[in-house]
Every structure is written in C-alpha cells, then in structure tokens.
C-alpha cells in the first residue's frame, strides 16, 4: 500500500494523540503511535498541520537533515477535532447588517425597474416608504426565505453564478 504524503488518517491520528496528551506536547516525530513508520511522511504530515496553525514544533538538525519535537497541539487543532468547530465556529460568524433604508432602497430599485404601470410602480414606492421598521424587517426575511427557495430551484444555474462569482474575487 502506497501512502501519499499527505493522509488525513495520519494527521487525524496524530492530532487526536497530541490533544490526548495535551497540555504535555509529543516529543519526537517518532513517538507517534501510528501504521506510518516512514519519517519523511510523518514529517510532511506534520509541516502540514503547522502550516495550517493545527500544531507547533520546534525544529532540530539531525545528522539525516532535521526532525520536529516538543509537538503541541494549538486551539485551533482543538478546535479542528470537534465536532461543532469548537470557538472558532462561534467566533468567526459573520453578521451582515442592513439598516432599514438600504433594504427599502434595494426594494425601491426592484419596483422602478418591473414592468408594471406607472401608477402600480408608485403605489408601491409610496406604500414602502410609509413602511415600519418591523414590517420591513418582516419583509425583508420573507423576501430571503423566498429566495432561498427560488434559488435551490435553480440548482445548476445557482452553481453556474457561483463560479463566476468566484472567479472573480
């Protein structure tokens, strides 16, 4: 059997072991109780975790180039093992706020450019901007659940604007 240089299974296991051991870091590269007993894909595994702040070493020169010890894991390696994502899911939400006047004006926009009678278009603008905060709040989460709904119902064409959009970032 082969082993890629990189194999989730080898760097599971190693961080399962060193949160195991936390707060005491795993001493040598070797002293990982794993199938692998090849150093450079051990070593590579675990160049790979650091380089995604997942662990922390220290590097020493060995007579065969250099090995890793003091090995700990990072919250973020923590983190990385459960389930929920730990903090960082917690920490790392993103909330997007809109102040009543934009969504109205975004809506507004929407209304000017249907094809519709001008005196439907205007009943409409005039009925919006009388709108209460609450209302519009109401309005704007039936317009995302909406869609929500339209867009899952177009699938491949949602996929297709995705990889425009990015593309393009």
Request: with cysteine; aromatic share 6%.
């Given at each position: 059997?082969?082993t890629?240089k990189i194999?989730k299974?080898?760097y599971?296991?190693?961080?399962?072991?060193?949160?195991?051991?936390d707060?005491?870091?795993?001493?040598?590269?070797g002293d990982?109780?794993i199938?692998c007993?090849d150093?450079?894909?051990?070593?590579s595994n675990?160049?790979?975790?650091k380089?995604?702040?997942?662990i922390?070493?220290?590097?020493c020169?060995?007579?065969?180039?250099f090995?890793v010890?003091?090995?700990?894991i990072t919250e973020k390696?923590?983190d990385?093992l459960r389930?929920?994502?730990g903090?960082?899911?917690?920490?790392?939400?993103?909330?997007i706020?809109?102040?009543?006047?934009?969504?109205?004006s975004?809506?507004a926009?929407k209304i000017k450019h249907?094809?519709?009678?001008p005196e439907?278009?205007q009943?409409y603008?005039d009925?919006l901007?009388?709108?209460p905060?609450?209302?519009?709040?109401?309005?704007v989460n039936t317009?995302?659940e909406?869609?929500?709904k339209?867009?899952?119902q177009?699938?491949?064409?949602?996929?297709?604007?995705?990889s425009?959009l990015?593309q393009?970032?």
């Amino acid at each position: 059997m082969k082993t890629e240089k990189i194999d989730k299974e080898i760097y599971v296991a190693m961080l399962e072991q060193l949160e195991a051991a936390d707060p005491e870091p795993i001493d040598d590269a070797g002293d990982f109780d794993i199938e692998c007993t090849d150093m450079n894909v051990r070593l590579s595994n675990l160049k790979y975790l650091k380089g995604h702040g997942l662990i922390r070493y220290k590097e020493c020169s060995t007579i065969d180039g250099f090995d890793v010890v003091n090995i700990q894991i990072t919250e973020k390696g923590q983190d990385y093992l459960r389930e929920d994502g730990g903090l960082s899911a917690e920490l790392n939400v993103v909330v997007i706020k809109l102040h009543a006047d934009t969504i109205k004006s975004l809506i507004a926009d929407k209304i000017k450019h249907a094809e519709i009678p001008p005196e439907q278009k205007q009943k409409y603008l005039d009925q919006l901007q009388q709108l209460p905060a609450e209302s519009t709040k109401h309005l704007v989460n039936t317009l995302v659940e909406e869609g929500v709904k339209a867009g899952l119902q177009r699938g491949p064409q949602v996929i297709q604007w995705l990889s425009t959009l990015f593309q393009n970032l």
